[in-house]
């Protein structure tokens, strides 16, 4: 049977080939791409690396452990990257420009900012010392934790401690050292970030303690993650303010003698423990804002007035105004609620939800466009990927998808074409396009070279001009303006309308008549509302405010309707369109950093374009997988098998970019009559290609049958070949395909079922299963809040000769109650398998749980469709079946100031639930009804700031006939 299968693999695989991937090799960078659209910037990127590379060897006096392998892709329309140094050193690159909304990114070249943020990750990770050097000697490298084997935990904190750090950790000491190895242009000396606090001052709102900022404030927020990098600058600035960048250096640098944790590291260097200097840090930043905002007073504040009360919208897009219905169209997400686009009414205030956003942004939700001769909405989904156009209807609320992964935002309409302008991003390159009527395909217009990119379009009343915000490789922005005429002719000639330096002009458009454009600015500090005057060729202040006024919309009249930002988002209202003669100025924490400690203005790592890199280059052609193979763990292990504990021995090997893998588990129960010798020894194989993946087991064994009544492991032997594909990856709406095929041998017990003998000692099996789903959730949600999911299983076994085919239907469906966070589900399966009900190999089993006390797969097992709480393990049994489930959903209990750093709980969360099964409908005798009633709770807790535990508690009580069928208590803790 093995020969058999390992034939049908063999031939299988050797015509399987992955994309062909290129690669730049250096002594110290493996840079991997793959695409020939991508070469132009692989020079530049690799003499970036080097640049910081050898700025940061002198800077932090570091030695890489190893290279680090890079990947370039163009996965999404914005830069991003990411950054680990475990198992390797491993950097990831999103070369798409910059998200300016907001001024949370700057306009500097982005190629170097990345390298000077992600190498800080790197570095933060990959320091050791001789006791780490010797763990990771030992145990083959630098240990990355798996559930399958938990004591893992253990090896990685020995091989790389520092990777224990919050988030906040990370990002607060790459984005203080990206803004001064840039000369001062990043979020350390941000207006955005200054605003953020000031607000929170302002409105006194609850500034985060150090707990807290990871158990709700990176949860619930309507910034959500974004809080990791604003805090954690924030406190960095706060400490270099205070104590100097020497400490601050020495806290994160690791070297002999230190402690190992982050928090005991920081009571070392700063002789107090973290949450006090936190607290003082508190106290400190009200005070410093208190005295930003009477500077901004020592002149009249802006008078405004809400459009919506107190309600606030979290983040929003652009809006505009339907002049007949007196109605504002806007994008909104805010905790609590899914993404949507929403019509305000300007005479009551009130909010209507006209469609959902999929994929909306944190910032700036969709870019849209407001038609209001055709009473349609043109907006943007999938706002972190390749972006959607879409359409909705507002008379009928109907949307629809007209071009999928356009790659275009920063929409503007044209008044009289009715084409939609827009900027593409594609390959690291921005590219003016038009899409016409009837919107199925778009025209590129014209392409800026890399480092310059446009944003925040807005056309002309009469049509004829363009403006938009321009960014330069250098970091200075400016508001131009374009000549659609021009553009046609695929020219990009433009007039400087405004040299804003360092600041975004942000949100300019036009008034209605034309004679004006209105925008945003930081310019002195604080985001106000600026107007230019093009017969004057002049700008001038028209809002004084103490937060931040955004996206203006001028009206007809002597009113405008701006944007407030507030503690918990944003709130549309009216300002008067006037313009004012002096607003003040206000300090930024960073500048007080480069006041007192100038010596920061000269980390700064050169020019990338003097790195000689032709000389460095060792080698540069197709990338190949087999010769980037690498050892990455060894390490001693315990498995369970029957009852018995088994020491063993893990290993794994890996290429640079983990898309080829193999790793192997040997273990042995020792001693004892309880098990045969041909029982004790235990292995497992698991080779990985691409998508496919062979496994081999031998006496299966599992660490958490050492734990609880659920068991895994299994005797007797098993080959199988395993491929899995996403047929759509368009998050949340997924489509996965999965394949098994292979055979057991020497069998006692169902593999699937722990509870019911093999009829035969071996059999063959064939797995098609095919899921799709669709399921959204709000800012602040745990699980799913709204959608629907459907999974079909064909199971069939061949055992004797004789197939036992299976088919199995699943459809979950689940919508969104009025109270936010909580949810209601209908889960449903049915399967049927037309053979003898005595054969075990054609019936389906049902029964319990199925959580271990001690776990690591999904703690809400209930949902599954061959559980049952409430009766035994696989009690229940037939060979057709139909079960139906409803589920409620309540909110979570988020923690804000309980546990230490160290050890804190995250929320709790609570699940009511009520099923009916019926199996074997086509004979009466055998027929089976069985119902239960039942509860579950989930409290995450996490572990040394990154190991993610979930303790579960349970029971079930269930009914047959009328009569007591069981009842269950589930007590389980999920490790990872």
């Given at each position: 049977m093995l020969k058999r299968i390992f034939v049908f693999w063999f031939i299988i695989i050797i015509g399987v080939q992955a994309q062909q991937l290129q690669q730049l090799k250096t002594a110290d960078l493996n840079l991997i791409y793959y695409s020939s659209a991508h070469q132009y910037i692989i020079p530049h990127l690799a003499r970036c690396y080097t640049n910081t590379l050898n700025f940061y060897h002198d800077f932090w006096q570091w030695d890489p452990y190893e290279p680090v392998s890079m990947f370039l892709e163009d996965?999404?329309?914005?830069?991003?990257?990411?950054?680990?140094?475990?198992?390797?050193?491993?950097?990831?690159?999103?070369?798409?420009?910059?998200?300016?909304?907001?001024?949370?990114?700057?306009?500097?070249?982005?190629?170097?900012?990345?390298?000077?943020?992600?190498?800080?990750?790197?570095?933060?990770?990959?320091?050791?010392?001789?006791?780490?050097?010797?763990?990771?000697?030992?145990?083959?490298?630098?240990?990355?934790?798996?559930?399958?084997?938990?004591?893992?935990?253990?090896?990685?904190?020995?091989?790389?401690?520092?990777?224990?750090?919050?988030?906040?950790?990370?990002?607060?000491?790459?984005?203080?050292?990206?803004?001064?190895?840039?000369?001062?242009?990043?979020?350390?000396?941000?207006?955005?970030?200054?605003?953020?606090?000031?607000?929170?001052?302002?409105?006194?709102?609850?500034?985060?303690?150090l707990v807290g900022l990871e158990s709700e404030g990176t949860a619930i927020d309507f910034q959500v993650g974004a809080n990791s990098y604003l805090y954690g600058a924030r406190f960095f600035n706060y400490l270099t303010s205070r104590y100097g960048p020497e400490k601050l250096i020495e806290w994160v640098n690791y070297r002999p003698g230190d402690k190992r944790y982050f928090t005991r590291r920081f009571r070392q260097v700063y002789q107090s423990p973290l949450t006090e200097e936190w607290t003082r840090w508190i106290a400190f930043e009200k005070r410093w804002q208190r005295e930003n905002l009477q500077c901004v007073c020592r002149y009249p504040v802006t008078v405004f007035r809400p459009i919506v009360g107190d309600r606030v919208l979290g983040s929003a897009s652009r809006s505009y105004l339907d002049s007949e219905k007196d109605i504002l169209y806007t994008g909104v997400k805010f905790p609590g609620q899914l993404a949507r686009i929403a019509a305000i009414d300007l005479r009551t205030g009130k909010m209507r939800r006209i469609c959902d956003v999929k994929g909306a942004s944190t910032y700036f939700v969709t870019h849209l466009v407001f038609d209001q001769d055709a009473d349609k909405i043109y907006f943007t989904t999938d706002n972190y990927k390749y972006r959607d156009l879409n359409v909705v209807d507002l008379k009928t609320g109907k949307a629809k998808r007209l071009i999928i992964d356009v790659r275009t935002g920063d929409l503007a309409l044209h008044p009289v074409a009715k084409a939609i302008y827009g900027v593409r991003h594609a390959n690291g390159i921005s590219t003016i396009v038009r899409i016409d009527p009837p919107y199925a395909d778009y025209t590129a217009l014209y392409a800026f070279p890399?480092?310059?990119?446009?944003?925040?379009?807005?056309?002309?009343?009469?049509?004829?001009?363009?403006?938009?915000?321009?960014?330069?490789?250098?970091?200075?922005?400016?508001?131009?303006?374009?000549?659609?005429?021009?553009l046609e002719e695929h020219r990009g000639d433009y007039e400087e309308l405004f040299d804003f330096q360092m600041n975004s002009p942000a949100s300019f458009v036009y008034s209605p008549d034309g004679c004006y454009i209105y925008g945003t600015s930081y310019y002195s500090g604080v985001s106000n509302v600026y107007r230019y005057d093009f017969s004057?060729?002049?700008?001038?202040?028209?809002?004084?405010?103490?937060?931040?006024?955004?996206?203006?919309?001028?009206?007809?009249?002597?009113?405008?309707?701006?944007?407030?930002?507030?503690?918990?988002?944003?709130?549309?209202?009216?300002?008067?369109?006037?313009?004012?003669?002096?607003?003040?100025?206000?300090?930024?924490?960073?500048?007080?950093?480069?006041?007192?400690?100038?010596?920061?203005?000269?980390?700064?790592?050169?020019?990338?374009?003097?790195?000689?890199?032709?000389?460095?280059?060792?080698?540069?052609?197709?990338?190949?997988?087999?010769?980037?193979?690498?050892?990455?763990?060894?390490?001693?292990?315990?498995?369970?098998?029957?009852?018995?504990?088994?020491?063993?021995?893990?290993?794994?090997?890996?290429?640079?970019?983990?898309?080829?893998?193999?790793?192997?588990?040997?273990?042995?129960?020792?001693?004892?009559?309880?098990?045969?010798?041909?029982?004790r020894l235990h292995l497992e194989i698991n080779l990985r290609h691409w998508r496919w993946e062979l496994n081999a087991k031998y006496n299966d064994a599992d660490f958490y049958d050492l734990f609880g009544p659920t068991k895994t492991s299994r005797k007797g032997y098993y080959l199988g070949l395993k491929y899995s594909r996403n047929l759509i990856y368009d998050t949340p709406r997924t489509m996965?395909?999965?394949?098994?095929?292979?055979?057991?041998?020497?069998?006692?017990?169902?593999?699937?079922?722990?509870?019911?003998?093999?009829?035969?000692?071996?059999?063959?099996?064939?797995?098609?299963?095919?899921?799709?789903?669709?399921?959204?959730?709000?800012?602040?949600?745990?699980?799913?809040?709204?959608?629907?999911?459907?999974?079909?299983?064909?199971?069939?076994?061949?055992?004797?000769?004789?197939?036992?085919?299976?088919?199995?239907?699943?459809?979950?469906?689940?919508?969104?109650?009025?109270?936010?966070?909580?949810?209601?589900?209908?889960?449903?399966?049915?399967?049927?398998?037309?053979?003898?009900?005595?054969?075990?190999?054609?019936?389906?089993?049902?029964?319990?749980?199925?959580?271990?006390?001690?776990?690591?797969?999904?703690?809400?097992?209930?949902?599954?469709?061959?559980?049952?709480?409430?009766?035994?393990?696989?009690?229940?049994?037939?060979?057709?079946?139909?079960?139906?489930?409803?589920?409620?959903?309540?909110?979570?209990?988020?923690?804000?100031?309980?546990?230490?750093?160290?050890?804190?709980?995250?929320?709790?969360?609570?699940?009511?639930f009520s099923a009916a099964i019926v199996t074997n409908l086509d004979e009466q005798t055998l027929r089976r009804n069985v119902q239960n009633i039942g509860f579950q709770m989930d409290m995450e807790i996490i572990l040394f700031s990154l190991f993610k535990t979930t303790i579960s508690a349970g029971y079930a009580y269930a009914i047959e006939d009328g009569q007591k069928a069981g009842n269950e208590l589930m007590l389980s803790l999920k490790i990872l």
């Open positions: 996965f999404g329309d914005w830069a991003n990257g990411g950054a680990t140094a475990v198992p390797r050193n491993f950097i990831y690159i999103s070369m798409a420009p910059y998200l300016y909304v907001f001024e949370v990114a700057f306009a500097n070249e982005r190629m170097s900012l990345l390298m000077n943020h992600e190498m800080v990750h790197v570095i933060a990770m990959d320091q050791c010392t001789g006791r780490e050097r010797l763990g990771r000697s030992v145990f083959g490298g630098k240990i990355q934790q798996i559930p399958k084997h938990p004591v893992s935990m253990l090896y990685a904190y020995q091989t790389a401690p520092r990777k224990f750090s919050p988030r906040w950790y990370h990002e607060g000491i790459a984005v203080f050292m990206e803004t001064w190895m840039s000369g001062g242009v990043g979020r350390a000396l941000g207006a955005y970030d200054e605003m953020v606090f000031r607000t929170m001052v302002c409105d006194s709102a609850y500034i985060y303690h890399y480092g310059t990119d446009l944003y925040d379009l807005d056309i002309s009343p009469d049509g004829l001009h363009m403006v938009g915000a321009m960014t330069f490789v250098d970091g200075n922005q400016k508001l131009v303006r374009f000549k659609i005429a021009d004057l060729n002049d700008m001038s202040v028209v809002s004084n405010a103490e937060t931040g006024f955004f996206r203006p919309l001028p009206l007809n009249g002597d009113s405008l309707i701006v944007f407030k930002y507030t503690s918990k988002g944003f709130i549309p209202g009216w300002i008067e369109d006037k313009t004012i003669d002096n607003v003040a100025a206000i300090r930024f924490l960073g500048q007080s950093v480069y006041e007192k400690y100038p010596e920061v203005a000269s980390w700064h790592p050169g020019n990338p374009g003097d790195i000689p890199l032709d000389s460095l280059i060792q080698y540069r052609g197709p990338y190949h997988s087999l010769k980037n193979q690498r050892l990455t763990a060894v390490y001693p292990v315990v498995e369970g098998y029957k009852h018995t504990a088994a020491p063993g021995i893990y290993f794994e090997i890996k290429n640079d970019i983990g898309f080829d893998a193999m790793n192997a588990t040997l273990s042995y129960s020792p001693g004892g009559d309880s098990l045969q010798s041909d029982e996965d395909l999965k394949w098994r095929f292979g055979g057991w041998g020497g069998l006692e017990t169902l593999p699937d079922y722990q509870n019911i003998s093999a009829s035969c000692d071996h059999y063959y099996f064939n797995n098609l299963i095919l899921s799709y789903e669709y399921i959204e959730k709000s800012l602040g949600a745990v699980d799913g809040e709204k959608g629907y999911a459907v999974n079909l299983y064909s199971l069939t076994n061949l055992v004797n000769r004789v197939l036992f085919p299976r088919l199995v239907a699943c459809f979950d469906y689940g919508l969104p109650l009025p109270v936010n966070h909580t949810s209601v589900w209908l889960r449903s399966a049915a399967g049927i398998s037309r053979s003898q009900h005595t054969e075990p190999f054609a019936n389906y089993y049902f029964g319990g749980f199925g959580n271990n006390w001690v776990d690591h797969r999904t703690e809400k097992r209930y949902r599954e469709f061959y559980s049952f709480p409430g009766v035994d393990l696989n009690s229940i049994g037939g060979t057709n079946f139909f079960k139906i489930m409803g589920e409620l959903n309540l909110p979570p209990v988020r923690f804000r100031r309980i546990g230490i750093p160290a050890l804190y709980p995250r929320w709790l969360r609570s699940s009511l």
